[in-house]
Structure formats: C-alpha cells, structure tokens
C-alpha cells in the first residue's frame, strides 16, 4: 500500500476510486477536492488506486471536517487508517485541534471511524420543501455590515444551550472575520428582525439554503421563527429558486417540528463524529 498525496494530474485515479462510491458519498469528496486539492490523498495498492481522503485542514481554523472513501474490495486492510492519519500529520501543522466527519448512519462507517478514536457528538437532518408559490412576509430588514456584531452575539446566545448540552465546540459561535467575510459577501440573502434596535431574530437563504435561523430566547413563542423560515422561503422563491433545503440538529426539537410543520421533508440524517488530535 501506498498513499500519496493528491495532484490534479491525478484525477482520473479520483475518478476510478469513486467510481463505487454512492452519490451523496462522491458528491462530498468531489466538493472538498474542487476547494481544499493540497489537502488530499491517495492510496494505492499494487498500483491500483484504492482510496481517496481530503479535508478542509488550513491554519487559523480549529476545526476541520473531513471525508474518505475506499473501494468496498480493499476495506479492512488498514487503507482507511493510512489515508486518515496523512491527514492528521498535515492537520498537526496547523492551529487544527480536532477533525470532525459525518455520514448516515452506518454500521461498517461507525465501526471504522470508532477504531481511530472518534466518538459521536449528535445526529442532524437534512430536510428539503418543495416551493410552489411564496407570500411576502413583512417586518424584516436586510442585513448589513454594522449589524455584524449583534446578529453574531444574538445568534451566539441563541445556539448556546443547544450547543453546550450536546457539546459542540466552540460552544459560542465565534465573531470571526471568516464569518464577517461571508455575511458580507451574503448580505442581501440575509434578514433580521428588529424590537427597540435590538436584533431579536435572523436568518438567511444562500443558494438555495437555509441557514443560521435563530430567535432570541425571549422572544421565542410568538410565531417569529416561522416568519424567519416563510421569509426566507420567499426570498428564495423571488430569486428563481423552486427548491429550499436545511441542516437541522435532531436534538433541537423546536426546530424540527417547525420545519415539518411547514412541510418540511427529511431526506437523510447524519451522524456527527468528533476526534481530538492535539
């Protein structure tokens, strides 16, 4: 066995190796590789390519996914530990300080990635709506770059309870300039709504994903995330989109029911899993 490290000349061996792989499982490999190709391996048997890992390792960053597949054929003789530990020998020489992979829920996955040391955080649906027609929702304004700090602090405080029950790190989201950068580059796909100048919910829709829906803790109870989702399923609708889709963690059952409620479909269920490397 052999791993070696990706290069673009190289991607036709990619392509063998995902040639088994199911959709969604090339779908996020290709999807990482297109972004993150320094970050990628390969492995070899005899001068077969076998098995492909990429992960969104950089510096400055504390937390990396990952995702790796091997031809079912060659499974259980080592390729996937080989692949695994290239990427926590390059995540070593960053700020990185654990990786984190999800998938469905499946025995010969959870069986491997329980061997190097991973232990599961929690589960999240992916859920779709289809949109056949979309009313204006009203009472919310658009984001914009002086509201930078506020929308993260309300939404940080938000998430907090959640987060820190089910233990996921950092358990307030962080005020980065990565996150400032894309809400920037977001701005117009994002929506808050506003009580005496104080952000009270928020939200976005960004290509055709829901994303970062929160309501102040005290404000919760009064239809006010439902009118975050319907404004965000109109604005997707006015723009073109005919499809929504979300993460949602299982364990936020509020969350959950509103989505079905809404019509809401669960199309696949991941489990988190979390390793500490340095």
């Known amino acids: 066995m052999k791993i070696i490290k990706f290069d673009p000349i190289l991607m036709r061996d990619a392509d063998r ?16 590789l297109e972004l993150f190709s320094k970050n990628a391996f390969l492995a070899y048997s005899l001068g077969t390519p076998v098995g492909i890992i990429c992960s969104d390792v950089y510096d400055g ?19 996937g530990t080989a692949l695994f530990s290239a990427v926590v020998e390059q995540a070593k020489k ?6 984190i992979c999800d998938f469905p829920n499946d025995r010969e996955l959870i069986s491997f990635v329980s061997s190097i ?17 979309a009313s204006y929702v009203s009472g919310f304004e658009n984001y914009d770059n002086s509201m930078f ?10 998430f907090y309870p959640l987060r820190h029950r089910i233990g996921i790190e950092p358990e307030r989201i962080q005020a980065t300039e990565n996150v400032r950068s894309f809400l920037v580059k977001a701005a117009d796909k994002y929506f808050v709504y506003r009580q005496n100048d104080e952000i009270i919910a928020g939200g976005g829709v960004y290509n055709g994903e ?16 439902r009118k975050m989702v319907q404004k965000c399923i109109y604005e997707a ?11 949602v963690i299982t364990e936020n059952t509020p969350a959950v029911n509103l989505y079905r409620s809404l019509g809401f479909q669960t199309e696949k269920t991941h489990d988190f899993y979390i390793k500490q490397i340095q």
Not at 17 to 32: G, Q
Not at 94 to 99: E, G, H, M, V
Not at 210 to 225: H, P, Y
Not at 238 to 245: A, I, Q, T, W, Y
């Open 210 to 225: 829901i994303t970062d829906i929160f309501v102040s803790e005290k404000a919760r109870g009064c239809g006010l995330g």
């Open 149 to 158: 700090l506020q929308f993260v602090n309300a939404e940080a405080d938000a």
């Open 117 to 133: 040391g991973f232990q599961k955080r929690y589960s999240s649906h992916f859920m779709t709506y289809f949109i056949e027609s």
């Open 61 to 79: 960053k504390k937390r990396a996914n990952f995702s790796v597949y091997v031809c079912p054929k060659y499974r259980r003789r080592g390729i």
């Open 17 to 32: 190796i995902l040639e088994t792989a199911s959709f969604s499982a090339k779908e996020e490999i290709l999807s990482l």
């Open 94 to 99: 960053t700020s990185i300080n654990s990786l």
């Open 237 to 247: 609708y006015r723009s073109g989109e005919r499809m929504v889709s979300l993460w």
